[in-house]
């Protein structure tokens, strides 16, 4: 079996992944023992490589075309896949073996992976600003302009409002949370992007929750 090729987004970190999105399909082809390469690729050089290995665009809010990664190329079938579940779906379907949408739940992880980002939008502002530090500068500008269409601008990484509207969206998904890939994405990136002592405020909510959900989770992907 050839290994997978996984397009992921380059940073200033250590080990470079911290995006969201690639995180679901990193977490279930690790979980599901899938060999697997990345290639890493600069924010602002997104657009230029996928369209160079044809990968389709999706759709903004707006309806414009955007390109995004991940991207999933399986040399085993010949398949380019793109937008994070639609991987996740594939990988389902292709490599059966140890099932990540067990009594049929995938429309019910769908909702949720739609769901569970209204929560926090509110004060997904200090986040996206937090992002831009970790990016070269020219991909911290081309960020910037790509997410400010749908996030307008100003971002600011300092507003106490935030935090506490971040906390209230994590509250309500504590009460209709069950264990799901989808948090635990989010929650990587909390904990890559913000500062020490922010990820511990997050830590902290819920009786440590969302930290035990993480290490749960990257413990079961064999990522920790």
Same mark, same amino acid.
């Given at each position: 079996?050839?290994?997978?090729?996984?397009?992921?987004?380059?940073?200033?970190?250590?080990?470079?992944?911290?995006?969201?999105?690639?995180?679901?399909?990193?977490?279930?082809?690790?979980?599901?023992?899938?060999?697997?390469?990345?290639?890493?690729?600069?924010?602002?050089?997104?657009?230029?490589?996928?369209?160079?290995?044809?990968?389709?665009?999706?759709?903004?809010?707006?309806?414009?075309?955007?390109?995004?990664?991940?991207?999933?190329?399986?040399?085993?079938?010949?398949?380019?896949?793109?937008?994070?579940?639609?991987?996740?779906?594939?990988?389902?379907?292709?490599?059966?073996?140890?099932?990540?949408?067990?009594?049929?739940?995938?429309?019910?992880?769908?909702?949720?992976?739609?769901?569970?980002?209204?929560?926090?939008?509110?004060?997904?502002?200090?986040?996206?600003?937090?992002?831009?530090?970790?990016?070269?500068?020219?991909?911290? *500008?081309?960020?910037?302009? @790509? !997410?400010?269409?749908?996030?307008?601008?100003?971002?600011? +990484?300092?507003?106490? &409002? /935030?935090? #506490?509207?971040?906390?209230?969206?994590?509250?309500?998904?504590?009460?209709?949370?069950?264990?799901?890939?989808?948090?635990?994405?989010?929650?990587?990136?909390?904990?890559?992007?913000? *500062?020490?002592?922010?990820? @511990? !405020?997050?830590?902290?909510?819920?009786?440590?929750?969302? +930290?035990?959900?993480? &290490? /749960?989770? #990257?413990?079961?992907?064999?990522?920790?």
């Amino acid at each position: 079996m050839l290994p997978l090729v996984l397009y992921d987004i380059l940073s200033d970190l250590p080990g470079n992944n911290w995006s969201t999105n690639p995180a679901k399909p990193r977490f279930v082809l690790s979980y599901k023992d899938i060999p697997f390469v990345t290639l890493w690729v600069e924010y602002s050089d997104i657009p230029i490589a996928m369209k160079a290995i044809g990968a389709k665009p999706n759709k903004r809010r707006n309806g414009s075309d955007i390109y995004t990664v991940p991207v999933l190329s399986d040399p085993n079938t010949g398949a380019l896949i793109t937008d994070s579940l639609e991987i996740a779906s594939y990988l389902e379907k292709t490599y059966p073996e140890k099932p990540i949408f067990p009594s049929n739940s995938e429309p019910q992880i769908r909702t949720f992976d739609s769901a569970y980002p209204s929560l926090i939008r509110p004060a997904i502002k200090f986040i996206l600003a937090r992002c831009t530090e970790i990016l070269s500068p020219a991909s911290a *500008k081309f960020f910037m302009g @790509a !997410r400010s269409v749908d996030i307008p601008l100003p971002w600011d +990484a300092t507003r106490d &409002a /935030d935090w #506490e509207l971040l906390e209230k969206g994590h509250n309500t998904a504590y009460d209709w949370y069950q264990k799901n890939i989808i948090v635990a994405c989010w929650l990587l990136t909390f904990k890559r992007v913000l *500062k020490e002592d922010e990820w @511990a !405020r997050i830590s902290s909510w819920n009786g440590g929750k969302w +930290a035990q959900v993480l &290490a /749960d989770v #990257e413990k079961e992907c064999k990522l920790a």
